[in-house]
């Protein structure tokens, strides 16, 4: 019965033990979920940097191209008075109508590319805005998750140092080695309790000639679950 209610005192603090490890196991993605978002806001915020800078570039092309063809329009207004019949002039001065025509559109876009710019801006400047809200959220819900990583650890630590002094409160070793072994293959709990004549750990009923060795002190274990038994009952009087 001794080394029973010992090794129940050094279950409590290996389930301990496995619970914190299960909540530490599940931060990482927690944290890689948190960091994705900031990545996503910070792409947010490249991706209306691009849109503004295509849509400088394209304004400069469309304004160096009306620049060339106003020059164009220039050099051919120049060659009116070399030309030395009707027809030559009024050709000329079709080809430079249509000339101006068009540059009246590469106006037009020039102007909305400039507004176009105008509406980029702004939206760069939302875009910059979301981000440091988010950036400011975010960082604030990672340090605190990294805070919880860090009191989660050190309860480990502490519980880790308690189950060592609990292995060394003078357990029989070839127990304690049972105990271990079962711990390693279950992953969780290497003790289940006997309660209403069931093992507690996979509700298999325990035949009455185990209970009776049970309460003899005995060390008996589940052939359903293979876990070590006690007695719930005797265990929680001694």
Do not use: W
Not at 113 to 131: F, M, N, P, S, V
Not at 133 to 157: G, H, P, S, Y
């Amino acid at each position: 019965m001794e080394d029973v209610t010992k090794l129940i005192a050094l279950q409590e603090t290996d389930a301990q033990i496995f619970r914190l490890r299960k909540t530490l196991r599940d931060k990482p993605a927690a944290r890689q979920a948190l960091e994705k978002q900031l990545l996503e806001a910070q792409a947010g915020v490249k991706q209306a940097e691009e849109q503004l800078k295509q849509t400088q570039l394209k304004h400069k092309e469309k304004e160096l191209e009306l620049q060339s063809k106003e020059e164009q329009v220039n050099k051919q207004k120049s060659r009116l008075f070399e030309l030395k019949s009707n027809k030559e002039f009024s050709a000329m001065q079709t080809e430079i109508e249509k000339l101006k025509a068009d540059n009246s559109l590469r106006e037009e876009e020039v102007i909305r590319l400039l507004e176009l710019i105008d509406q980029c801006r702004a939206g760069l400047d939302a875009a910059k805005k979301r981000y440091a809200e988010q950036e400011k959220d975010i960082r604030t819900r990672i340090a605190a998750l990294d805070q919880e990583c860090a009191e989660l650890q050190a309860n480990i630590q502490a519980l880790t140092l308690r189950r060592q002094e609990l292995r060394a409160a003078g357990i029989e070793p070839k127990v304690a080695e049972l105990y271990e072994r079962i711990l390693a293959n279950k992953g969780d709990l290497a003790l289940a309790a006997v309660r209403n004549g069931a093992c507690q750990g996979c509700a298999l009923t325990v035949r009455p000639h185990l209970v009776s060795e049970l309460r003899l002190g005995k060390m008996v274990s589940c052939e359903g679950c293979t876990r070590l038994l006690y007695d719930e009952e005797h265990a929680a009087g001694a």
